[in-house]
């Protein structure tokens, strides 16, 4: 575990990004309560330790090279999944207020475990993005959202913007092709109150790609929005 730590740190360093002897303590242990729970649900497919040093921890974190997040900041991570990138975040910005939203329930007592164990604050919310987009205590309350390649960036924007307040920005982390993507969803971005501010290129230690898309809200998001689940997968915005 001892490469582990100096793999992650030695990359951070490289980005700019500092982690602590105790941060880098906090990320070993994410790993091997991912890799322990793994084995009873179904979390990542990714367990090895190099790919989940790179893959997830470190690539999460590139969100923190993509913005600049204010000390304090609201940020939801939307379909969190296994915790990425929000847990990391966390761990490297311990200041920031972070929400987890997920549909799954049995995810969410994974994620209750490493914010326990890690001594993380963390609200945890069991919702569908589309429902949480509703909820008064949700809608336009955060300064950022962000979520990790569940969907198309047209569908993405629908799920994610009505969560960030006017001013905020909804944080896409998206593959190789965000870039196509981000343009092709400009219309359903605008609709929404959105607007693309910027995409940043990153390409990971074993050569994949990834794109950030930073897109800054500039209004209110119309009532209307977000649909029906079913509506939003079906007739995604144009």
Known sequence: MED????????????????????????????????EWNKKMNLTAITDPEGVTVKHFFDSLLLLKAVEVPEGAKLIDVGTG????????????????LTLLDSLNK?????????????????????????????????EQFDFATARAVAGMNVLCEYCLPFVKTGGAFIAM???????????AARAIGVLGGKTE??????????????????RKVRETPDAYPRHGSKISKKPLA
């Open 82 to 97: 296994a915790g990425f990138p929000g847990i990391p975040v966390a761990i490297a910005r311990p200041d920031v207020q």
């Open 198 to 215: 910027k995409l940043e290129q990153f390409t990971l230690p074993d050569g994949s790609r990834r794109c950030i898309a930073v897109v």
């Open 174 to 184: 998206k593959g190789p092709d965000g870039e196509e993507e981000s343009k092709q």
């Open 107 to 139: 995810r969410l007592v994974f994620l209750a475990e490493v914010c326990r164990e890690l001594g993380l604050q963390a609200d945890i919310r069991h919702a569908r993005a589309e429902e949480g987009g509703r909820q008064k205590e949700l809608r």
């Open 4 to 35: 582990i730590k100096r793999r992650l740190g030695e990359l951070c360093k490289a980005e700019g990004i500092s982690l602590s002897e105790k941060q880098l303590e906090q990320f070993q242990r994410y790993m091997e309560l991912l890799v």
